[in-house]
């Protein structure tokens, strides 16, 4: 029940930020400023903070997000070895990071002006994230949802032989619900009639949610697509110390004229001076959210070193990208949206009709060893 209703919560997560937050996701157009501008009003903004990447959309009512970190002042790890760090970074998802609070901040690209700044680890979706993949239980959590999600779809697979028909009456029976019968009819039907049409449904996203619940289901997806789980390892930019690094700015016109029709760029800046720039791009024509191509620039001068195109990845690859909105039920947008909300809200109900008639045979039961 707590993993369906905050599905359903989840489902229009977008669409519900964006509709009750329209001022962090939508300005009004205008001329551009440049990156490095941004970047400036961020900083005076949070003194101390690092800008770490960009996402800017090809819409123009769309405002800009500048992914940044600060680090938290600390004495006592001020002077930590390097061993603490390492153990810092390492930390599971199920855990906020300790050592850098890691945010965006929404800006408005035509003006400079910061519209927000923005923790996803503080927000109300969050929660109901965590609630959903590990019941705010870290690993514990997570292991109890994995063998609910096990057991689901047990009874998912048993609740279909049990529903099937013998005869053409019994199948035209269960195919409809009988709104004028009292209510245990009414609850008998609600149960059968809808876990039928919902059952292929909830059967998808179980199967699916198990991809991040075991280690090992997610590793069996490349075993059976016979495929490696290693991403290409991306290029060494040669270190030049007579040429200073290039900036945003420069990065984003060179990919936005060789990197044409997409829906918008996220460009991460390099992490030590042998790392290039990289820029994941969604393009108008992807399949679906998860299809991203990936491009490494040069980072003295602005040359696509390296790409790695959606459509290049191994058979293993393109499956496991289609577990996320397959899950989400954001594979076919608004259609399916729908159709995953119906079918989470459908996978609370079950439970409780389903306790009702195991509690009316029970008592059944009971009533009848009764002595006269």
């Given at each position: 029940m707590i993993t369906c209703f905050t599905g359903a919560v989840l489902v229009f997560e977008e669409e519900l930020q964006h509709l009750s937050h329209k001022e962090r996701y939508y300005v009004q157009p205008g001329t551009a400023r440049p990156i490095e501008e941004l970047s400036a009003s961020l900083q005076q903004k949070v003194p101390g903070a690092t800008v770490t990447g960009i996402k800017i959309y090809t819409d123009k009512t769309r405002s800009a997000e500048l992914y940044y970190s600060v680090k938290k002042k600390?004495?006592?790890?001020?002077?930590?070895?390097?061993?603490?760090?390492?153990?810092?970074?390492?930390?599971k998802p199920s855990q906020p990071g300790r050592e850098n609070n890691r945010q965006v901040a929404y800006v408005n690209p035509y003006t400079a002006e910061i519209i927000e700044l923005y923790n996803n680890k503080d927000s109300f979706f969050y929660s109901m994230l965590s609630l959903h993949r590990w019941l705010l239980g870290g690993d514990t959590g997570k292991l109890i949802v994995g063998i609910c999600t096990l057991l689901f779809l047990f009874i998912l697979i048993t609740g279909i032989i049990?529903?099937?028909?013998?005869?053409?009456?019994?199948?035209?029976?269960?195919?409809?619900?009988?709104?004028?019968?009292?209510?245990?009819?009414?609850?008998?039907?609600?149960?059968?009639?809808?876990?039928?049409?919902?059952?292929?449904?909830?059967?998808?996203?179980?199967?699916?949610?198990?991809?991040?619940?075991?280690?090992?289901?997610?590793k069996g997806i490349y075993k059976v697509t016979n495929s490696s789980m290693e991403q290409p390892k991306p290029p060494v930019n040669t270190f030049r110390a007579d040429v200073k690094t290039t900036t945003l700015d420069s990065i984003?016109?060179?990919?936005?004229?060789?990197?044409?029709?997409?829906?918008?760029?996220?460009?991460?800046?390099?992490?030590?001076?042998?790392?290039?720039?990289?820029?994941?791009?969604?393009?108008?024509?992807?399949?679906?959210?998860?299809?991203?191509?990936?491009?490494?620039?040069?980072?003295?001068?602005?040359?696509?070193?390296?790409?790695?195109?959606?459509s290049q990845r191994n058979l293993g690859q393109?499956?496991?990208?289609?577990?996320?909105?397959?899950?989400?039920?954001?594979?076919?947008?608004?259609?399916?949206?729908?159709?995953?909300?119906?079918?989470?809200?459908?996978?609370?109900?079950?439970?409780?009709?389903?306790?009702?008639?195991?509690?009316?045979?029970?008592?059944?039961?009971?009533?009848?060893?009764?002595?006269?």
């Open positions: 600390d004495d006592k790890k001020k002077d930590a070895p390097p061993t603490v760090k390492a153990q810092g970074s390492s930390v049990l529903w099937w028909p013998k005869n053409r009456i019994i199948l035209q029976q269960r195919l409809k619900i009988k709104w004028q019968g009292g209510w245990k009819r009414l609850n008998h039907d609600l149960h059968i009639v809808t876990g039928f049409y919902s059952a292929i449904f909830l059967f998808i996203f179980a199967f699916t949610g198990l991809a991040w619940s075991f280690t090992w289901f997610n984003f016109a060179f990919a936005k004229t060789n990197i044409p029709d997409v829906k918008f760029y996220v460009i991460t800046s390099p992490k030590d001076s042998l790392s290039p720039y990289s820029v994941s791009v969604l393009k108008d024509d992807a399949p679906h959210e998860s299809a991203m191509d990936m491009y490494y620039i040069n980072r003295y001068q602005p040359a696509i070193l390296q790409s790695q195109q959606f393109r499956v496991r990208s289609t577990f996320k909105p397959v899950h989400t039920a954001s594979i076919w947008g608004w259609p399916s949206k729908i159709i995953g909300f119906i079918v989470c809200v459908l996978g609370v109900i079950f439970p409780i009709t389903g306790y009702i008639m195991w509690w009316l045979r029970t008592s059944r039961k009971v009533r009848k060893t009764e002595p006269v």
